[in-house]
């Protein structure tokens, strides 16, 4: 009964050593696979008879059980294509088979990566060669992202860019910062107006413009009146009835607040937002918001007695321009930017996170699925929660380390060895049971 037992235990040693021999060469085969977590392979001894009898015992063996090591993070390698995209820290990336996407299934598989080089095929789909498709939440107008559930995969889609792509972008701010003469406002001024016209772009990417006069009041025989009429014309609206605002502005006199704003008063159009500072216009193309400064601030329009000057005026907005370039932020934003110098956010990429990664199940291409043993799915901003940082122009490394393999592949064939010695040595002892006979 022993010697059998005995000969069984070589046995299962050999079926082990084989085991961990595969995990080995599946590690160093992979040492050059982006994304590639090691295998690691555990011996058990199972115990047949633990009863203390003289002269008995059965000899159980090992058994080996193996374990892909998901939550070791590999080495971050730069690249010099933009959309070579890993995680830093914890966190995966969202992806799905490109297989049911190309057969159109609706229901499309949910799938983590770590690492991939997306590359947009024909359809401008962002796609790995080996058949993984880049998901993410898609951007509204604006730019924004829009509320989604972080817990399913509602409202992820496969990301999509047109290499021949063209955009514009509308204004809807422009901060006004001018300074009005102050002299201007006396009582033997000329009372002229001073015109000044200001760019913005229209909702298909045309050229439009604001065309602002500032008016002095010079009524005041004491002195100066520090008071302006502002008249705000669009020039994309019907010239017989393009005046969009008219606004009379009085300036602060007192040594504490001497030449900023101290009230606004409505004449017609949008009203005006004393806490903001911004007017409400209507012009052609939609709203758009004209910042002009608040009650005793220090930025926006001021009056100082100084000549006329634009002194920062701003707005947002670009002409229609081309795709040039697509890019990830460290938050996960894909965003692309074109040669106006426009740079529009296109979709959010999330990261997914689960309680325990080392149980999530392989599948091809570095890819992994949810499992009840890895626990249910969560979607996070990148940075928040537990989840790391997204990162571009960058690849994920094996974990293998080469050399710590062939450290365990010297061992493994030792004890393959002996194990297999053990059975010859059972088998001689077998063979001299049989000569007894003789």
Known sequence: MSMSSAMSAGVSGLAANSTRLATISDNIANSGTYGYKRMETDFNSFVLNQHRIAGLYSAGGVTATTQ??????????????????????????????AVDLDNGFTDLPFMMTRTGSFRPDAEGILRTE???????????????????????????????????????????????????????????????????????????????????????????????????????????????????????????????????????TTLSGGAYDPATGAIGLAVAGGSMDLVIGTPGGTTGMRQLSANFSPINVTKNG???????????????????????????????????DVPNPNGLVSVDSQAFTISPTSGSFFLWDAGDGPTGSVQGYALEESTTDVAEELTHLIMTQRAYSSNAKIIQTVDEMLQETTNIKR
């Open 68 to 97: 892909r090591l998901i939550e070791d993070d590999g080495g971050v390698s730069t690249t010099s294509h933009p959309l070579d995209i890993a995680v830093s820290g914890r966190g995966m990336l969202p992806v799905t088979s």
């Open 130 to 264: 080996s058949g993984l498709v880049l998901m993410g939440w898609p951007a509204q107008a604006d730019g924004s992202i829009p509320v989604m559930s972080r817990d399913t995969m509602t409202g992820l889609v496969p990301v999509q860019i047109s290499a021949n792509q063209t955009a514009g972008d509308p204004t809807t701010q422009i901060s006004l910062g001018v300074n009005l003469p102050a002299t201007e406002t006396l009582p033997t001024a000329s009372g002229a107006s001073i015109p000044y016209k200001v760019e913005y772009f229209g909702n298909l990417g045309t050229s439009e413009s604001l065309n602002i006069t500032f008016t002095p009041n010079t009524s005041d025989a004491t002195g100066m009146s520090s008071t302006w009429v502002m008249e705000v014309r669009d020039s994309a609206s019907n010239p017989a009835s393009n005046l969009v605002g008219s606004y009379r502005i009085v300036f602060d006199e007192s040594q504490a607040n001497g030449g900023s704003i101290a009230s606004v």
């Open 318 to 352: 670009s002409p229609v321009g081309n795709l040039t370039t697509v890019e990830v932020d460290a938050d996960g934003f894909l965003k692309a930017s074109y040669d106006t110098g426009f740079v529009k956010t296109l979709y959010q990429i999330p990261l997914v």
